[in-house]
């Protein structure tokens, strides 16, 4: 079992739908990441937190401490946010960035 | 402002060879940290760099060897080369070491090692 789970593997959405990728961790954190990948590589840090709530623009993170989990919610969904979402957890006891497999979004027109 | 650089882009090499991947981490930061990501899979951290010295390491072989300099570039030193080294290497770079600030990504450095 990875360290690092993400739900769903793959997620297809019309444009304009309420959409939640979910990511659960069985290490103890300090800091959990969620990524962006668009096809041909690149990484873009969305948020990084280690308690309650970010917002920025569209998107929506939550993490649950206790129930080791988080979640990245996209709301009024577009097909530009169609990509790779990566979490990754901060370890703080093996200090190493632990990620998850990622989860591919299509969001159609 | 500069974002993260990497180069070179992509590359061939031949199994045995040896590769060196460089990386200029975004202005004001100092710590850098370097990843292999296989097709299709998620991103494996290699180590971090700060202060010129190795910090944290993942679980890779001491073939994987790295470089910080004083101006907070670094390097990625692969050697002896396999075909399973094939893969996108990112570097990325913030301005507080560990994993607790926000991490700026380069584009990677694509190798095919054949």
């Known amino acids: 079992k990875n360290e690092v789970e993400q739900s769903p593997q793959n997620l297809t959405a019309q444009e304009g739908e309420f959409i939640t990728i979910n990511c659960s961790y069985s290490?103890?954190?300090?800091?959990l990441h969620w990524l962006q990948q668009h096809p041909g590589g690149g990484i873009v840090s969305l948020f990084m937190?280690?308690?309650g709530k970010k917002k920025h623009g569209r998107l929506i993170a939550t993490i649950n401490i206790q129930e080791k989990h988080s979640s990245l919610h996209i709301t009024a969904s577009h097909p530009r946010d169609s990509a790779v979402y990566i979490c990754?957890?901060?370890?703080?006891?093996?200090?190493?960035?632990?990620f998850g497999t990622g989860t591919l979004l299509a969001v159609q027109p | 402002d500069a974002g993260v650089t990497q180069s070179p882009t992509h590359l061939i090499k031949t199994r045995g060879q040896q590769v060196t991947l460089r990386c200029s981490p975004k202005s004001g930061h100092d710590t850098v940290s370097w990843y292999q990501q296989a097709l299709g899979q998620g991103p494996q951290f290699i180590f971090q760099y700060y202060e010129e010295e190795e910090r944290q390491r993942g679980n890779f072989p001491d073939r994987f060897s790295g470089h910080q300099f004083p101006n907070y570039s670094s390097e990625l030193n692969v050697n002896a080369l396999l075909l399973g080294d094939s893969a996108l290497y990112l570097c990325a770079s913030s301005r507080v070491a560990g994993f607790t600030g926000e991490l700026f990504f380069g584009e990677g450095s694509r190798l095919t090692v054949l």
């Open positions: 990754a957890a901060h370890g703080g006891a093996t200090n190493k960035l632990i």
């Open positions: 290490v103890g954190i300090s800091a």
């Open positions: 937190l280690s308690s």
